[in-house]
């Protein structure tokens, strides 16, 4: 099994900065996109920045230029960088990645989720 361990997450004032980490573990042959991901109280899940196979990082209109996204492929490791935090970007986070173990077609995995809480 693919497994996804966040860490990073906690309580900043707004203004701040704050990094988040993922490892990814568990055989993985091949990737196409790692990311994350977030949800607040009541919303959807959303999109926050991932990298695809090709290199390109979309990231959410609400956190470009605010929040910056980089991974190693060697070690299957994520991070993110977030800089002047809003109250707006507490939530939960999610690693995500979609890829492959060797001879199984693609699939997605999340992590178990860190929390973000920006205070005002």
């Known amino acids: 099994q693919v497994q996804l361990v966040e860490s990073g997450g906690g309580l900043v004032q707004a203004g701040g900065p704050l990094s988040l980490s993922c490892a990814a573990s568990?055989?993985?042959?091949?990737?196409?996109?790692m990311g994350w991901y977030r949800q607040a109280p009541g919303k959807q899940r959303e999109l926050a920045a991932t990298?695809?196979?090709?290199?390109?990082?979309p990231y959410a209109d609400t956190v470009k230029g605010r929040f910056t996204v980089s991974g190693d492929n060697a070690q299957n490791t994520l991070s993110l960088q977030m800089n002047s935090l809003k109250p707006e970007d507490t939530a939960v986070y999610f690693c995500y990645l979609n890829g492959r173990r060797w001879r199984a077609i693609p699939q997605d995995y999340w992590g178990q989720g860190t929390q973000v809480t920006v205070s005002s």
């Open positions: 568990g055989n993985i042959f091949s990737i196409n996109t």
């Open positions: 990298i695809n196979v090709g290199g390109t990082t």
